[in-house]
């Protein structure tokens, strides 16, 4: 079955406690991307990947880092998490503009990291 | 920089009621337009996509959206939502690059 997975679903940790979350997809997918979703706010993007070890700052990307050392593996990465990282998280993987006739493909979502951070 | 407006954060609507949900874009170039849909704890799913050719658009369980390049304006349409619909519906705009930028949703309650 094409997906994409995240763990863990959910995580309690405390400020300054370095956290990694990993994400996984399965469909041969060069493009992946992380996202966060609050309140409000809808869905930003921290980083992208274009492939491997090709990586981008989405619109929030402080306090975050990424890396993509293998095409499936896109973990997202808190050095320090703070309280304003306490969020809803997805990463999503889709076909790249170069694959896809200069178009953004259909992203797949994975099914969300809640993360608070006290 | 690109930015992605939706107008009505929370719409309540009857079964059978005819939804019509704004989505305005700002960017300059060419646009591949998306709508997505949230139901209540899960993960989002394409309801339907543009990226050229005839402005009117047909996704998945009866939804269209309209592109309007003049207004930059991309609405999703339903004629008569079910109960099912309830869920959040974000627009995502992608321009000659590859970050991919949401608005901040709309929330759809239908009422049974």
């Known amino acids: 079955e094409a997906q994409v997975t995240q763990n863990p679903r959910y995580l309690i940790t405390v400020t300054g406690k370095k956290l990694t979350v990993t994400c996984s997809q399965n469909m041969n997918h060069e493009y992946m991307s992380w996202y966060r979703q609050d309140p409000g706010l809808g869905l930003r993007q921290i980083y992208y990947s274009m492939n491997v070890e090709v990586t981008d700052k989405g619109d929030v990307p402080e306090g975050y880092k990424v890396s993509r050392k293998e095409k499936r593996n896109f973990p997202l990465i808190l050095e320090s998490p703070s309280p304003n990282q306490t969020s809803l998280y997805f990463c999503?993987?889709?076909?790249?503009?170069?694959?896809?006739?200069?178009?953004?493909?259909?992203?797949?979502f994975g099914p969300g990291t809640r993360l608070t951070v006290t | 920089a690109q930015s992605v407006s939706q107008h009505n954060h929370h719409v309540i609507l009857s079964e059978a009621a005819s939804l019509e949900l704004g989505c305005n874009y700002s960017y300059g170039g060419t646009v591949n337009l998306f709508w997505y849909v949230q139901y209540p704890g899960q993960h989002l799913q394409l309801l339907l996509k543009y990226f050229s050719g005839d402005p009117l658009v047909k996704g998945i369980k009866g939804f269209e959206a309209e592109f309007i390049k003049s207004k930059f304006s991309f609405n999703l349409r339903k004629p008569s939502v079910q109960w099912s619909d309830t869920a959040e519906y974000f627009c995502?705009?992608?321009?000659?690059?590859?970050?991919?930028?949401f608005g901040a949703g709309t929330r759809l309650t239908v009422k049974p």
């Open positions: 999503a993987s889709s076909l790249p503009t170069s694959l896809a006739g200069g178009h953004l493909h259909e992203q797949y």
């Open positions: 995502a705009v992608n321009g000659n690059n590859n970050d991919m930028r």
